[in-house]
Each structure stands twice: as structure tokens, then as C-alpha cells.
């Protein structure tokens, strides 16, 4: 079983819909997350980091959960622009220094 | 500032020639990552360096060796490759801060 695990996609919805993916991860001494953005053949990018309190970047909202050990991402009002893959990534070891991603979940925005 | 960089972007090899890959950052980060990354599958974690003077195996470290020359650059060698080694490479650096990715090297073994 791999360390995170993300909803497995693609996503396929209209421009202005809201959209929410999951991400779960199995070592619970995990203590830095974070959501990426790639397009495609790209490198990925920060979208944003995930705190315990949960936070907003505009459209965006994430938050963890870290009794159940899932962080999720909300996207709101969706945008054309928004299609990409979105990568979840948590700390793998102790000293917060190996970071393990998520496959990544495909979200396709159509107007 | 160039941020993190690699080389080459693109290579074809044969199976068993060997090669390096190379990767510099100038942000004076602490930690460097080498991911692979494969249709389907997402980065996977091949090697990383917490330090200068330290490396430690990812999730994916078999057909790798890794040197981190000095703080700022982490090398990523395939000694014998293999089709299976046929990817895209992504070197990246943090140090208290989420990733910075260089622009990935795209590797093909014939």
C-alpha cells in the first residue's frame, strides 16, 4: 500500500462547479502536508501548504484531519484554468525530510 | 536567481550504458530530492539529502546511486540502465519550505 493515497480521478466538471479531493496517508508521525499543481509535462508547483487549523487561499481550501489521517482540497467556482493534476504530499519521516506524494488526481474544468 | 537546475533535459541511452544526472540549486537549501515520475504513477521518491554530507533511500532506490558533492549539488547515477529506468526525472530542494523543482529530464533507455 502506498504511503498516500489520493482519489483516483479524473475529474470532469463544468466551469463555476465545486470540486473536492481527498488525499490519505498511512504514518501518522507525519507533520507537514502540502497540495501541488502540475500541468501537464511540467514540474510541479506549490498550490498551497495545509495547516492543522485548515486555510484559505482564495477558491482554494484545504484541511487537515489528522485522527482519520486525510487532508482534502476544495476548489471553488472552478475556472478553466484550473485543470491540472493536483498532487497531495506529506512528510514521510520523523525529521519532516522525505516528502512522499500521492499519485496525483486529474481534474478537467470544461466551460 | 537560477533556482534549481538540471542536466541534461533530454537523453536516450542504451541498455547498460551508464550515465549521470546532474542537479544544482543556488538557494543555499539544506535538503535535495531526486523523484521519478511515470504515467499513472505520480513522483516517486528515489533518493534524498537531508544534509550536505548525508543521503538516505526514498521509495523507489534500486538501479541508483546518489552523491550530494556539496551543499549545493545532488547527483543521481544509473550505473547499468534499463528500459525500466525509461522516465522523467525531477531533482528538487527545500530547507523549511515546500519543494522547488527543477525542469525535470526526461530519460528514454532503449
Known sequence: RKEVEQDPGPFNVPEGATVAFNCTYSNSASQSFFWYRQDCRKEPKLLMSVYSSGNEDGRFTAQLNRASQYISLLIRDSKLSDSATYLCVVTFNQAGTALIFGKGTTLSVSS | ?110
Not at chain 2, 549545493?72 to 547515477?77: G, V
Not at chain 2, 522523467?88 to 533507455?109: E, I, W
Request: aromatic residues 10%.
Open chain 2, 1 to 110: 536567481n537560477a533556482g534549481v537546475t538540471q542536466t541534461p533535459k533530454f537523453q536516450v541511452l542504451k541498455t547498460g550504458q551508464s550515465m549521470t544526472l546532474q542537479c544544482a540549486q543556488d538557494m543555499n537549501h539544506n535538503s535535495m530530492y531526486w523523484y521519478r515520475q511515470d504515467p499513472g504513477m505520480g513522483l516517486r521518491l528515489i533518493y534524498y539529502s537531508a544534509s550536505e554530507g548525508t543521503t538516505d533511500k526514498g521509495e523507489v532506490p534500486n538501479g541508483y546511486n546518489v552523491s550530494r558533492l556539496n551543499k549545493r549539488e545532488f547527483s543521481l547515477r544509473l550505473e547499468s540502465a534499463a528500459p525500466s529506468q525509461t522516465s522523467v526525472y525531477f531533482c528538487a530542494s527545500r530547507k523549511d519550505s515546500p519543494l522547488h523543482f527543477g525542469n525535470g529530464t526526461r530519460l528514454t533507455v532503449t
